[in-house]
T-cell receptor, first 115, second 112 residues
Framework: ETGVTQTPRHLVMGMTNKKSLKCEQHLGHNAMYWYKQSAKKPLELMFVYSLEERVENNSVPSRFSPECPNSSHLFLHLHTLQPEDSALYLC??????????????FGPGTRLLVL | KQEVTQIPAALSVPEGENLVLNCSFTDSAIYNLQWFRQDPGKGLTSLLLIQSSQREQTSGRLNASLDKSSGRSTLYIAASQPGDSATYLCAVTPMGTYKYIFGTGTRLKVLA
């Protein structure tokens, strides 16, 4: 266990549904990340939060809406998704954002299927 | 734009073999390079992190080298075991940003 948990582990949703992914880290870190991992493509960084403020948004469509209520929790709210959004969504955390020697600790991911 | 490539995409070897995984990147201006392991249904686990000023890092049966000028890194696994079966990812942190740029990974299967 890396100290980063994600729920749910699997999610199937229709294109008109609204759902949320949850991430929790028990490491006392100050930075949290959302990544998308699609088949045959490299991991793509979606969002970065540092001390509960968003510091990176990598041109992610507005149908993905992140929320970071405190330094231990990170949510990804999903609405009106497309089938091409089906992927593994990974959460990660690190001690700080912007350190050259930082290692990120990853959760197990949520496998999302959009029908 | 930094791009990271990993070859081969998949590899199957008998137990006990020494093997080398390759990673190449297009821009040598990086802070560091990191190798990760990803097991099916699980997240990534960091294996080795090499700073740009370093040439290699070792952990147990794993040795990672970095040749920044040629844009290459190798992960050497000695005496492979079935438990080494996983996908291995490399990632670089380009200078001027603190974001990881990942390769697509090498899927390794070690046969008993």
């Amino acid at each position: 266990e890396t100290g980063v948990t994600q729920t749910p582990r699997h999610l199937v949703m229709g294109m008109t549904n609204k759902k949320s992914l949850k991430c929790e880290q028990h490491l006392g870190h100050n930075a949290m990340y959302w990544y998308k991992q699609s088949a045959k493509k490299p991991l793509e960084l979606m969002f970065v939060y540092s001390l509960e403020e968003r510091v990176e948004n990598n041109s992610v469509p507005s149908r993905f809406s992140p929320e970071c209520p405190n330094s231990s929790h990170l949510f990804l709210h999903l609405h009106t998704l497309q089938p091409e959004d089906s992927a593994l969504y990974l959460c990660a955390s690190s001690q700080t954002w912007g350190g050259m020697q930082e290692t990120q600790y990853f959760g197990p991911g949520t496998r999302l299927l959009v029908l | 734009k930094q791009e990271v490539t990993q070859i081969p995409a998949a590899l199957s070897v008998p137990e006990g073999e020494n093997l080398v995984l390759n990673c190449s990147f297009t821009d040598s201006a990086i802070y560091n390079l990191q190798w990760f392991r990803q097991d099916p249904g699980k997240g990534l686990t960091s294996l080795l992190l090499i700073q740009s000023s370093q040439r290699e890092q070792t952990s147990g049966r794993l040795n990672a080298s970095l040749d920044k000028s040629s844009g290459r890194s190798t992960l050497y696994i000695a005496a492979s075991q079935p438990g080494d079966s996983a996908t291995y990812l490399c990632a670089v942190t380009p200078m001027g940003t603190y974001k990881y740029i990942f390769g697509t990974g090498t899927r390794l299967k070690v046969l008993a």
